[in-house]
Antibody, heavy 120, light 110 residues
Framework: QVQLQESGPGLVKPSETLSLTCSVSGYSISSDDYYWGWIRQPPGKGLEWIGSIFHSGKTFYNPSLRSRVTISLDAFKNQFSLNLNSVTATDTAVFYC????????????WGQGALVTVSS | QSALTQPASVSGSPGQSITISCTGTSSDVARYNYVSWYQHYPGKAPKVMIYDVSNRPSGVSNRFSGSKSGNTASLTISGLQAEDEADYYCSSYTSSSTLVFGGGTKLTVL
């Protein structure tokens, strides 16, 4: 059974960097079959794709966040991570890590979600 | 990239059918058959209900179906049940190798 679990601080100060890690069990992130990514949902708003990474390290980012986002992976730990810098209150959201199929055709496994609040 | 356009809300009575539309552009919905639909209950992780426009993952009720015409995809739920009340999101792969979601539709079962 594939499981994903987000971890990281629940509170980040404005202008600092939001960092989250997703631990994957039941499947190797080194597989050729899937991509791994981050999706967020601000309070009262819809889902927003942040970006995705392939096991080769190739990354794909939402153009609106590209300048502030870095997604990386650690195959040995079977984890991947999100860094979002220069955060503001508008970055407050539930962040989901997820597994995506080729062409992001489906997001078939999701983490439970981690609420990150940006506030001083 | 702009979010795909969905109605903010739809409603229907138990047993009825409803359809949620998802309008994109020539760079996403119209160009690729990589449209998927997600059911989202508050506080839970979203669940994929339809992928590749009209395919249902194993375990998803056949009351859920998807289709596409031009730059508009649609999700139809037949035989509406109280448990179908949730938020629904569409998504599409884009020509920029990105993923874009719709703004979401709140389904109310009357």
């Amino acid at each position: 059974q594939v499981q994903l679990q987000e971890s990281g601080p629940g509170l980040v100060k404005p202008s600092e960097t939001l960092s989250l890690t997703c631990s994957v069990s039941g499947y190797s992130i080194s597989s050729d079959d899937y991509y791994w990514g981050w999706i967020r949902q601000p309070p009262g708003k819809g889902l927003e794709w942040i970006g995705s990474i392939f096991h080769s390290g190739k990354t794909f980012y939402n153009p609106s966040l590209r300048s502030r986002v870095t997604i990386s992976l650690d195959a040995f730990k079977n984890q991947f991570s999100l860094n979002l810098n220069s955060v503001t209150a508008t970055d407050t959201a539930v962040f989901y890590c997820a597994r995506l199929g080729p062409y992001f055709r489906q997001v078939d496994y999701w983490g439970q979600g981690a609420l990150v609040t940006v506030s001083s | 990239q702009s979010a795909l356009t969905q109605p903010a809300s739809v409603s229907g009575s138990p047993g009825q059918s409803i359809t949620i539309s998802c309008t994109g552009t020539s760079s996403d919905v119209a160009r690729y058959n990589y449209v998927s639909w997600y059911q989202h209950y508050p506080g839970k992780a979203p669940k994929v209900m339809i992928y590749d426009v009209s395919n249902r993952p194993s375990g998803v009720s056949n009351r859920f179906s998807g289709s596409k015409s031009g730059n508009t995809a649609s999700l139809t739920i037949s035989g509406l049940q109280a448990e179908d009340e949730a938020d629904y999101y569409c998504s599409s792969y884009t020509s920029s190798s990105t993923l874009v979601f719709g703004g979401g539709t709140k389904l109310t079962v009357l």
